[in-house]
Each structure stands twice: as C-alpha cells, then as structure tokens.
Nanobody, 124 residues
C-alpha cells in the first residue's frame, strides 16, 4: 500500500506558476510516480511521470517545456512545477503510484494508488 497526499493547488492567472507536492508513505523501488489531471466532463489524462530508480521522466505533449516533475526520495515527496499556466490547465490534479509500471507510463490503468487530488484553476 502507498498513501498519497497532494498539496499546493490554487488559483492563478494565465502565465503564472504553481508547484504541486505529493507526500508518499513510501517510494517503492522501480515504481512510477505520476501526476494526472481531470477537468469537468473530460477523461483523466496523464501529465507527467518519473521512474523511481533512474529518474526517467515523461510528459504529455500539452505540458512539455512548461511542467517539470521531480522527486525527493529521502523525503518521499513528489513535485510538479507548473510554469506558463494556461486556462486549459484548469483541472483537479492527482498524484499516483504504479509499482508495476513501465518507465514513462502515462496511462491511468498503469497506476494502482491515488491521492485525493488538489484543484488548480487558471484564469485568463
């Protein structure tokens, strides 16, 4: 079992920045840690993932160059630095862990554990 708690969401104007954090009860080795988001009426989509062990990262095309995922293994923290935010980034953001994932996983079915989510709202 992996417990996940997100924080750092909020409201920001377009062009602004936010950093999301996710506190994990543990970081199993060779696990994917990911950020997903879901806007009202839309499917949940993978935003970014990082492979614990070699720090390989993957990003959705829509956030490449703007978002950065990172992790602090000692503190069991996962981060998502979000820059140049756009109104279309508005969504509930979820932290997830996938102990049996393939590196670079951005599909929700590859993740077993989920946080409760933190809301990000970007106004134009």
């Amino acid at each position: 079992q992996v417990q996940l708690v997100e924080s750092g969401g909020g409201s920001v104007q377009a062009g602004g920045s936010l950093t999301l954090s996710c506190a994990a009860s543990r970081f199993p080795y060779r696990t994917c840690m990911g950020w997903f988001r879901q806007a009202p009426g839309k499917e949940r989509e993978g935003v970014a993932s990082i492979y614990i062990g070699d720090n390989r990262t993957a990003y959705a095309e829509s956030v490449k160059g703007r978002f950065t995922i990172s992790q602090d293994n000692a503190e069991k923290l996962l981060y998502l630095q979000m820059n140049i935010l756009k109104p279309e980034d508005t969504a509930m953001y979820y932290c997830a862990a996938g102990p049996l994932c393939r590196p670079g996983a951005l599909k929700s079915y590859e993740y077993n554990y989920w946080g409760q989510g933190t809301q990000v709202t970007v106004s134009s």
